[in-house]
């Protein structure tokens, strides 16, 4: 079994930056993708950025050049950096996982959530 514990939301004016975590119980080497999703009321989830155990990223077309996730599984975390934020950017950000190897963009298809935190940024 797998646990997904995310820290490090907060506010923050717009332009600053945050970098959230994401501690795994268990072994993440099993999770071959791990991600983040974010979610405002009234809204679909949205992939903002997600990675392979092999270090294959994708990136949100709003959030490219500005966002940066990468993984330590050594430590069994996967971090977001975002820095450049945005009021846009204010919502609850989960961290993801899944065992298959493919990234996907459908948020069913990740098995494994964690129980969010938020972001917000101030305009």
């Known amino acids: 079994q797998v646990r997904l514990v995310e820290s490090g939301g907060g506010l923050v004016q717009a332009g600053g930056s945050l970098r959230l975590s994401c501690a795994a119980s268990g072994s993440i080497l099993r999770l071959n993708v791990m991600g983040w999703y974010r979610q405002t009321p009234g809204k679909q989830r949205e992939l903002v950025a997600a990675?392979?155990?092999?270090?294959?990223?994708d990136y949100a077309d709003s959030v490219k050049g500005r966002f940066t996730i990468s993984r330590d599984n050594a430590k069994n975390t996967v971090y977001l950096q975002m820095n450049s934020l945005k009021p846009e950017d204010t919502a609850v950000y989960y961290c993801?996982?899944?065992?298959?190897?493919?990234?996907?963009?459908?948020?069913?298809?990740?098995?494994?959530w964690g129980q969010g935190t938020q972001v917000t940024v101030s305009s």
């Open positions: 990675i392979t155990s092999g270090g294959s990223t």
């Open positions: 993801v996982g899944r065992m298959v190897l493919t990234i996907t963009r459908v948020p069913d298809e990740y098995g494994y």
